[in-house]
């Protein structure tokens, strides 16, 4: 049954608090989201560090599945929640990287069709000017900014992840935007 499937035949906010505790329930949720997560992450931190990421993601709902409340949020926005929170405890290692490609450049080699696809956003192929912009915006900011660029969250989905008002998500997303609008307004557009 593919994630799309299953989706649509069993929704997640459908289903009773505790629904996640059987190892069934848990694989779906798993072989749903892994690939969504990792992109998401991959992203963000470079393929790298993805894998431990994805899985220490996937570890900690796998222990906190008695608490997750279908009530409150999907169980998409609820990894999401826990990928972002454990990618905050990697921001530094984040920026600097952002900084360093502002200053290096991309890399040279020339990735697969398929491969440059996946990874078109990523911290690797971002344009110098655009890593370093990033990396100059406030982390709250990041955060929603990317997981909308990134993962196509929506802001009630946001608001969810990161357990802020869904008010909050506008608001950074706008500023985010702002400041990289100000600070690329006057970087050549390639292409």
């Known amino acids: 049954m593919t994630g799309e499937t299953l989706a649509t035949t069993v929704p997640w906010t459908a289903r009773a608090p505790g629904a996640l505790d059987t190892a069934d329930a848990f694989a779906a949720v798993f072989d749903t989201y892994f690939g969504e997560i990792h992109t998401y992450v991959a992203q963000r931190l470079g393929p790298d560090i993805a894998e431990d990421i994805v899985a220490e993601?996937?570890?900690?709902?796998?222990?906190?599945?008695?608490?997750?409340?279908?009530?409150?949020?999907?169980?998409?926005?609820?990894?999401?929640?826990?990928?972002?929170?454990?990618?905050?405890?990697?921001?530094?290692?984040?920026?600097?990287?952002l900084r360093a490609l502002g200053r290096c450049g991309p890399e040279t080699d020339t990735p697969g069709h398929e491969e440059s696809v996946a990874v078109r956003v990523s911290a690797q192929s971002l344009r110098p000017e655009l890593?370093?912009?990033?990396?100059?915006?406030?982390?709250?900011?990041?955060?929603?900014?990317?997981?909308?660029?990134l993962a196509g969250l929506g802001h009630?989905?946001?608001a969810t992840a990161l357990g802020i008002p869904y008010g909050t998500v506008g608001s950074r997303l706008s500023r985010a935007r702002k400041k990289l609008r100000a600070r690329l307004g006057e970087v050549r557009v390639d292409g």
Do not use: C, M
Request: hydrophobic share 45%; no cysteine; net charge positive.
């Open 57 to 97: 993601t996937f570890f900690t709902a796998y222990r906190k599945r008695a608490q997750y409340d279908p009530s409150r949020a999907g169980v998409r926005a609820w990894l999401y929640g826990i990928a972002t929170n454990l990618i905050g405890k990697h921001r530094r290692l984040e920026a600097r990287t």
């Open 131 to 149: 890593a370093a912009a990033l990396a100059g915006l406030d982390r709250r900011d990041r955060d929603v900014l990317l997981l909308v660029a």
């Open 156 to 158: 009630d989905e946001i």
